[in-house]
């Protein structure tokens, strides 16, 4: 007999068993195991997804920000192009300016010096020309100067035209003070006397006279009254040896000479 | 020469005896379950394991793959019962190349108390899924003349069950202890390793028949439409 039933029993209740045992040690423990890791796996995964969509997020705003930036950027760079142009073109302006100034202020200075050379010429060529003069006058006449100045001086008084006198008269019959006689050096008592003789003439009042020594003055003799000035003086003839002198400059062929004659006609008033 | 384990016996008293089928059965079982309690003492769940435990993970899982293969929509419910028939059957057949071992497998009486649970389950999970009333239905389906035929279709499938086990183990018992006497070195080898690919054979065949006919039990049948019929996916839920 292949079969036998108590056999068969007792492998049925064996298999049974073995199914509670496998059931116990085998499957619930695995399933388990396998069931935890796949949790864990899909929450790895869903933590993964969670962080990429937000890489994603941050990586658009990355992009968003860079693009804004070079956007500002360009913006920025625009304008302050078109600031530093405008600031080029202000300072450039500034610069000429300043050159244009700095160079008027040099020629103005170049004058200067040139008037002031001419000036120092002048002066010391009417010292010298007074100094011959003085000293042929006196060699010639031998009287000084002075006197032949003074007495210059009251002949023209004496030759003016009777409209004349009449006019300084009555420009001079108003004056408040005094009648000034400015000369460069000090009237001897006789050219004084003279001086005061021809001025009441003129004036029809006797008239107090104060004398004033003006070194400036070296040219001549100066009556003022009221405001009203009667001079002689040697500038015209020192005018004309002025330009002598420019013109023996301009003679030179230099171009300085030629700039400082140039300034010396264009030399202001003193 | 003996044709069945059952032949060897131990201890007898009465009724009650221990013979080699029952002897290496309780072997097999101690085996199994100690081997099972020794690698999922420690379990990981993290990335990082055993590979015994990788071991288990992989036939369990191919196991649970298989049945939802079938058409079983829950596999974790027939997983205890189709598994363990799975590994029983295939442990015992591994284990012919132990010397002195008799497979159990090789016991008609084994292989018809398989069937015979086989024959058990199948209503049982029928009723658990269908109720009772609508699984005994399913026997007059699709007309009440077919009650006898799937009565007597489900009595010689069990029969089937036990007997092509039996003879394909019992056969490949008898031809390896044939050989053994006419070629005693080489061929006998040849034949054991073959053995252990028919015995793996087997024990799939006989979980994978004993799923079918539990996924036949627990098919709900719907009555019939004259529209276009229900999608596969209807077929259990």
Known sequence: ?270 | MRLSPDEVIYWQHGLFKINATLAFTWGLMIVLAVGSKLVTRHLSAGLSRSRWQNLLEIIVIAIEKQIEDVGLRHPRRYLAFLGTLFLFIAVASLCTVLPGYKPPTGSLSTTAALALCVFVAVPLFGIRRQGLFRYLASYTHPTVIMLPFNIIGDLSRTLALAVRLFGNIMSEEMIVGILLTITPFLFPIVMTVLGLLTGMVQAYIFSILAAVYIAAATQIHKPRRTAAPAPASNRET
């Open chain 1, 1 to 270: 007999m292949l079969i036998d039933w108590f056999t068969v029993g007792a492998q049925a209740l064996n298999f049974l068993i073995l199914v509670g045992l496998m059931q116990r040690f085998l499957y619930k423990p695995i399933l388990r195991a396998i069931d935890a890791r796949e949790k864990r796996v899909a929450m790895v995964l869903a933590e993964a997804e969670m962080k990429k969509a937000e890489a994603i997020k941050e990586r658009d705003e990355f992009n968003g920000r860079n693009a804004a930036f070079d956007q500002q950027r360009a913006s920025l760079m625009s304008r302050m192009t078109g600031e530093v142009a405008s600031e080029r073109l202000r300072l450039l302006d500034e610069a000429r300016q300043a050159v244009d100034a700095w160079s008027a202020k040099r020629m103005e200075a170049v004058r200067n010096d040139a008037c002031q050379l001419s000036q120092a010429i002048s002066r010391r060529a009417q010292q010298e020309v007074f100094a011959i003069v003085r000293k042929t006058l006196g060699d010639l006449a031998a009287a000084s100067l002075e006197e032949r100045m003074a007495d210059v001086f009251v002949r023209q008084l004496r030759a003016l035209t009777e409209k004349e006198k009449e006019g300084l008269k009555s420009a001079f019959s108003g004056a408040p003070g005094p009648v000034i006689v400015r000369s460069a050096f000090d009237l001897p008592a006789a050219q004084r006397a003279a001086i005061e003789g021809v001025a009441a003439e003129l004036m029809a009042v006797a008239t107090p006279v104060r004398f004033e020594t003006a070194p400036d003055l070296v040219s001549g003799i100066e009556l003022i009254a009221s405001g009203q000035k009667i001079a002689w003086n040697i500038a015209a003839y020192l005018l004309s040896l002025e330009k002598g002198v420019g013109e023996l400059i301009e003679a030179g062929g230099q171009p300085e000479a030629g700039s400082e004659s140039k300034a010396v006609g264009l030399c202001p008033e003193q």
